[in-house]
Nanobody, 111 residues
Framework: VQLVESGGGSVEPGGSLRLSCVVTGIDFNSYAMGWFRQAPGKEREFVAGISWNGGSTYYEDSVKGRFTISRDNAASTVDLQMDSLQPEDTAVYYC?????WGQGTQVTVSS
């Protein structure tokens, strides 16, 4: 099983990034998917989730209205569009499928 994230980087406050996660080795269509993040010195926290068919989405309160999670079951990918980024969004972002995790991608928001 592999979950491979991409799309992280450095942006100024107010900027945007789009994270993508490609999943192999599992029946992607059977899994709800999620994005989590971990800032330095803090515990890993939930950011956004999406049901197996994309019909339901869930967001942590601080990212509602700024982040959008989506999935493409044909391509086995899950994306996280992040707009209006703020310094407090700085963290390593992880893709999740049940018990499986990606290696993480760094997002840094700084002026």
């Amino acid at each position: 099983v592999q979950l491979v994230e991409s799309g992280g980087g450095s942006v100024e406050p107010g900027g945007s990034l789009r994270l993508s996660c490609v999943v192999t080795g599992i029946d992607f269509n059977s899994y709800a998917m999620g994005w989590f993040r971990q800032a330095p010195g803090k515990e890993r926290e939930f950011v956004a989730g999406i049901s197996w068919n994309g019909g339901s989405t869930y967001y942590e309160d601080s990212v509602k209205g700024r982040f959008t999670i989506s999935r493409d079951n044909a391509a086995s990918t899950v994306d996280l569009q992040m707009d209006s980024l703020q310094p407090e969004d700085t963290a390593v972002y992880y893709c999740n499928a049940g018990i499986f995790w990606g290696q993480g991608t760094q997002v840094t928001v700084s002026s």
